[in-house]
């Protein structure tokens, strides 16, 4: 699945050619970039996430947003401003008598991540700002059953390619994110990872950061994109919601009170269980079946087949595209795709009450946009049992390139400046 503005695919091969990077500099200047990011305390972050949401503002309304003091206030912003994190706007004038209202905004340049999407057939690697602005992107096509040591030095040699090639300056990078496909291990263990046996049991995280020398995580592909949604979005972003999320399967990521929710294990959000058990696909034994509309990659081209489609498409892409042109038998595919799914987010806004679902992800095609946005909005708003209690925002992700790897270059800065992760999420040290 490629779109026009997608960088090349380049081929496993010539990664290989190319040989391992020196990371001695990257390195050297990594834990410079992790002093940078202690910020030492909650208040800290409390106000960098304030500024964060706003874009730009003042310090009398950092001080009402996070309830601190002006002059707490003030002297956590010298410190940062000291530290290069954020920057000063030009002085207003008060709208009434009183001191110039001076704003204040993160510098993007100021600290970046790198974020990696592992897909059993691609990896895709993305250099971001604290903005989420891909500044460099790669994308490698793998070879079948390749092995986990290769996969890590593939991983490891995009990375230092995409900061290299960048020209940033390496003290401002603060680590690597990696979105996988679970089920995971609260440790970055890929336990049970869909179409490859190869790496089953693999200790990605703690492997990665060995090998680059700098902080790693490792999250599911639904959770890092949902983070990376919070983190891209603001304030249109700032409330609790529920990501779903199209790649290997259907995944979906929660965001509850400015907190990407990963349950006990890391592995909260397993969606296709919630279809199978609402569309009552259960087995001899009483257990949720696969189902397949929850892949709809590899679903589409199948049902449309099954209700009549006779023409030339075979990819997914191909028969999302007859669904753009309105072909009768990919479009009823794509419906009953949309059918399945929309019952499973029903089941997640009866439990959770939540006001926002939001759905994206790399094989979220545009032409599907329309039949499963409003197929879930219908359902989400009329089916559960406090339908009449509250309206359900159904929308498209606002991250509509590299969702996932973006998303998981948001979980290092998310681990780095939000209030409250700082406490509990742990990365993967050198």
Not at 100 to 117: F, I, K, M, N, S
Not at 287 to 303: F, K, T, W, Y
Not at 369 to 394: F, G, M
Request: proline residues 7%; hydrophobic residues 45%.
């Amino acid at each position: 699945m490629t779109h026009p503005t997608d960088p090349p695919i380049r081929p496993l091969s010539e990664m290989r050619q190319r040989g391992p990077r020196d990371t001695r500099a990257l390195a050297g200047h990594r834990k410079a970039g992790a002093n940078q990011s202690d910020l030492g305390s909650f208040n800290e972050a409390a106000i960098i996430e304030a500024i964060r949401q706003a874009g730009t503002i003042s310090r009398t309304e950092i001080s009402a947003q996070t309830g601190l003091t002006q002059q707490s206030v003030s002297r956590i912003l010298r410190v940062l401003l000291e530290r290069g994190l954020l920057a000063e706007g030009a002085q207003e004038r008060a709208e009434r008598l009183g001191k110039p209202r001076t704003p204040v905004r993160l510098r993007p340049e100021a600290a970046h991540a790198a974020g990696v999407l592992v897909d059993p057939e691609l990896v895709s690697v993305v250099l971001s700002d604290l903005d989420g602005r891909a500044l460099e992107r790669r994308r490698i096509a793998l070879d079948d059953e390749i092995a986990p040591a290769a996969l890590v030095e593939l991983i490891a040699g995009c990375v230092e390619e995409v900061v290299a090639d960048s020209g940033i300056d390496v003290g401002t990078f603060l680590g690597v994110g990696v979105a996988a496909p679970g089920p995971i291990t609260p440790d970055g263990r890929l336990l049970d990872l869909p179409l490859s046996r190869a790496w089953r049991n693999v200790p990605l995280q703690a492997m990665l950061a060995e090998r680059l020398d700098c902080p790693v995580v490792l999250d599911k592909d639904g959770a890092a994109a949902a983070i990376g949604e919070r983190w891209v979005g603001r304030t249109e972003r700032a409330s609790d919601f529920v990501y779903l999320y199209f790649g290997t399967g259907l995944g979906s990521g929660l965001v509850i009170n400015g907190e990407s929710y990963r349950g006990t294990s890391a592995n909260a959000g397993e969606f296709g269980q919630l279809c199978a058990v609402r569309a009552g696909r259960i087995d001899a034994e009483g257990r949720p079946q696969l189902v397949r509309e929850c892949n709809p990659p590899v679903a589409l081209p199948e049902i449309a087949r099954e209700l009549g489609y006779d023409g030339p498409a075979r990819t997914y892409r191909e028969l999302c595209a007859e669904v753009g042109a309105g072909n009768p038998a990919a479009t009823a595919a794509a419906q009953q795709i949309a059918d399945v799914i929309a019952l499973g987010a029903v089941a997640l806004v009866d439990l959770l009450d939540l006001p926002l679902l939001v759905i994206g992800g790399p094989a979220f095609e545009p032409e599907l946009e329309e039949i499963v946005v409003s197929t879930i909005d219908r359902a989400v708003n009329s089916l559960p049992t406090a339908h009449q209690a509250r309206t359900v925002a159904v929308e498209r992700s606002l991250v509509k390139v590299e969702a996932g790897a973006i998303g998981a270059a948001s979980t290092i800065f998310h681990a780095s400046f939000a209030p409250s992760v700082r406490r509990t999420r742990k990365l993967a040290l050198p």
